[in-house]
């Protein structure tokens, strides 16, 4: 695979102006198309196992195209897979933590090497943006960097405590706990598989990853990489299949000592719900948001209309982050809704791996179906359509998925398309008569994961970030609303509905959540008397 120069590009990377960074990125699609098709193997114990039967991951930009095929994985493929993580935990628990730190830093640069290639392959895979592709890859890369500096920032965990006696002494140590299994969502395909199994193999936990089967080959290549940088075998297990059986047999199975699922409410809560068995095994769900922004009569509105257009349309709304209703108080309503529209009337939408193109497909028909329900519901119940609401069929983009970005006024504050996620680029924009108001509106969700405010007023901002329920918050910023988190400079966890452990990833918090504390009390030998 070539090895191109390293650019740093995060969410809040605003242009690529930068030719060499274009040429790579357009190099790296052709090579890409010439590898597609692909039959793929699952990572077991460091074999790779195939299956007679495979399914397709096909294209959401054209679904004629076929990406990769994957083994359609088993009950017994993830049994297999679970034995491999117990046997490969104890000598792994047992590497010198700056070794296991020079393993996974190893991988983050194959990573960050391979990044236009691994990001080509993703934009293909699900349809996202050279930008947002890029992000993706190196935020994999940074998450292993970031969680890995934070390990040795806290020395491995290990902290002397107190003592009663001169005899006595105690420390406390973090310890793994085993076999985490990862259940990832299409939507990251390579940071949310990347962020969690990173996590939990810098701890010294071994993983087995179930990646989305809308994006398994990003997974695969975030276990190819791993296995380049030479992390033993078996620490790092991949089983592709249906949720229904493949995710099931994970949540069920009691080799399994903790979970990270990313994904939707649904799936998350039914395992948040049955995870816990004879007794209790860390779960962390990091699910949906419905994630509101806040423009106030003392907002610059070219800056809110920016921040809103980049947040609701990045990557088709598809950010569990993604700002899909905004508040906006009625003196600049219409301002800012004519702003709005003039921006979100720009972006081109099309095949996502030219250089012109700011939105592509989405996921897949079901996506494209809700997206459809949604702007009948709108038109259906006396909601404008300001912009969009179209889907595309010319002959380009007849074969994939491509709404057009559609903002709608009008609806009612309580109506569903204000509370109901529907990840797909469709924003509600209602009108308040104070931030009071905006906030209540905001908080009347289930979830709590993002939010952003467009105020210069001071007394203003702080109310907001004092009330508002949400993990992660964003003030007046124009590369995205409520977007764009990196690691460790933005925290990123959800609230409520949006998240189980409050302690959010990208964070200082997140590798802990891996590791569980044994207080060691050793008592010596009484001092021999004179
Ligand atoms: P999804 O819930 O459909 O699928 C997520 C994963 O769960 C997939 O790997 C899927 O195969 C698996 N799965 C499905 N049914 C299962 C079952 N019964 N048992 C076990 N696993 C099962 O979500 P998606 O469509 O891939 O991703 C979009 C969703 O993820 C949105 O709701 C989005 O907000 C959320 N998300 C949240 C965050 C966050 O950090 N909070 C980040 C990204 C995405």
């Known amino acids: 695979m070539a090895t191109t120069p390293r650019m740093k590009i995060t969410y809040a990377t605003l242009s690529a102006d930068n030719e060499e960074l274009q040429t790579s990125f357009d190099a790296a699609v052709e090579r890409a198309r010439a590898g597609l098709g692909r039959t793929y193997p699952m990572l077991i114990g460091g074999e790779e196992r195939m299956r007679d039967e495979t399914f397709e991951d096909r294209s959401p930009i054209d679904t004629d195209v076929v990406i990769a095929r994957f083994p359609v994985g088993t009950r017994e493929d993830v049994r297999d897979a679970i034995a491999a993580a117990r046997a490969a935990f104890p000598a792994w628990r047992n590497t010198p933590w700056r070794e296991r730190l020079a393993i996974l830093r190893r991988a983050a640069d194959l990573i960050s090497e391979r990044q236009f290639d691994y990001a080509a392959l993703m934009a293909l895979e699900v349809g996202k943006n050279r930008l947002e592709a890029l992000g993706d890859v190196e935020e994999t890369a940074d998450l292993l960097r970031y969680y890995g500096d934070e390990f040795e920032k806290a020395d491995g965990f290990v902290k002397p405590l107190g003592s009663l006696s001169p005899i006595e002494s105690t420390r406390s140590v973090l310890r793994p706990y085993g076999v985490f299994g990862v259940i990832s969502p299409f939507n990251f395909p390579m940071a949310l598989a990347g962020g969690p199994a990173g996590g939990a193999m810098i701890a010294g936990n071994t993983v087995v990853l179930k990646p989305s089967s809308d994006a398994p080959l990003s997974g695969w290549k975030f276990g190819e990489a791993l296995r380049d940088a030479g992390l033993p075998d078996g620490v790092f297990n991949l089983v592709t299949g249906p949720g229904e059986t493949v995710g099931a047999e994970l949540q069920e199975n009691p080799g399994i000592d903790g979970m990270v699922f990313t994904g939707s409410y649904e799936v998350g809560m039914k395992l948040y719900r049955s995870f816990t068995k004879d007794y209790p095994r860390p779960i962390i769900t990091e699910m949906g948001g419905k994630n509101p922004a806040i423009v106030t009569r003392h907002a610059d509105l070219d800056e809110a209309a920016e921040g809103v257009m980049r947040s609701a349309f990045g990557f088709d709304g598809q950010k569990c982050s993604a700002n899909s209703r905004v508040y906006v108080e009625k003196p600049v309503a219409a301002e800012f809704v004519a702003k709005l529209v003039e921006k979100a009337r720009d972006i081109t939408v099309g095949d996502p791996t030219q250089r012109e193109t700011w939105m592509g497909p989405v996921i897949n028909q079901r996506a494209l179906d809700t997206f459809q ?158």
Do not use: M
Request: proline content about 4%; aromatic content about 10%.
């Open 373 to 530: 329900r949604a702007v009948d519901d709108a038109k259906a119940s006396g909601g404008s359509i300001a912009l969009g609401g179209e889907v595309l069929r010319t002959a380009d983009t007849e074969r994939g998925f491509f709404p057009t970005p559609t903002v709608v006024t009008g609806l009612p504050l309580e109506h569903r398309l204000y509370r109901d996620e529907l990840f797909v680029p469709f924003l509600v924009v209602g009108e308040v008569d104070s931030l009071d108001e905006a906030l209540t509106e905001a908080n009347a969700s289930e979830y709590g994961l993002t939010a952003g405010i467009f105020s210069h007023d001071d007394a203003e901002v702080q109310r907001f970030l004092d009330t508002i329920q949400a993990g992660v918050v964003y003030v007046n910023r124009r590369a995205g609303a409520t977007t764009g988190a990196w690691p460790g400079i933005q925290s990123f966890g959800g609230w409520k509905g949006s998240g189980s452990s409050g302690k959010s990833g990208l964070g200082p918090y997140y590798v802990q959540q891996f590791l569980r504390e044994q207080s060691q009390t050793v008592i010596g030998d009484e001092p021999s008397g004179q």
